[in-house]
């Protein structure tokens, strides 16, 4: 490739010489999305929580977490680019990054972002076809879900991903355009992104038709929904996958079909 100069999602101009060999990528769903991209060759870095694909696991370097990891080795693995996202990673550790090599930050809220994303990373590792086939899949797949989802009414939801304090989300956020998508409308939309909430005003805050308690970051059990279920006469407690609500990516095609299993499901 020529010398080229791109944007990543939050504004910031990188120019490359050459397309990166080695990268590192300390978000979960864009090591999955990489991977389908057909970069797995190129990848040297990872966190402990990319867990697809699940051999990644036992032929990569894990670099730590998403909000914590060890610069020292990060920095022996000699990357050329490390690929991070606005919400997973933070702000002080981009900036230290940048002093081992460019760093490429997303920032997915809609599903436009998530193709942005994709047609992105086909511009910088020189695999345009591979994004534009994912890209076409995924179109395909919106429209067919979108037909599927039109005839069903518009449902009240509550969406929590903690406990101890119970937390949900809110506004502004992949999880709540997905909601939206869905036909579910999140009784917590106008109370920031990621509100901590009393679970006994639940009733008064919307009367939710359903809560979904996620399967992450906080591992909802079925225990936990009849605790919930004590505050809300109405609500029916649905323990949900919470990669197919906050993965973005290559994921999104699994998740099309799983949201159709759970409308027939409720």
Known sequence: MKQKTLTDQLGTSHTFETSPKRIISLVPSQTELLYDLGQEAKIVGITKFCVHPYHFKSTKNSVGGTKKVNYRKIKELQPDIIICNKEENTQEMVERLREICPVW??????????????????????CRTEAQKWNGKLAFALS??????????????AYFIWKKPYMVAGSDNFINELLKLNHFKNIYDTKGRYPEVAIEEIVEEGDPDFVFLSSEPYPFKKEDGYEISNYTEKAQTVLV?????????????????YFKMLHKKL
Do not use: C, H
């Open 241 to 257: 996958d919470g990669e197919m609500f906050s993965w973005y990516g290559s994921r999104l095609l699994k998740a099309f079909e």
């Open 144 to 157: 067919d879900f979108k037909n599927f989802v039109a005839a069903i009414p518009v449902r009240k939801v």
């Open 105 to 126: 930050v997303t920032n997915i809220i809609t599903i436009e972002d998530n193709f942005q994303m994709i047609a992105d990373f086909g511009q910088l590792l020189d």
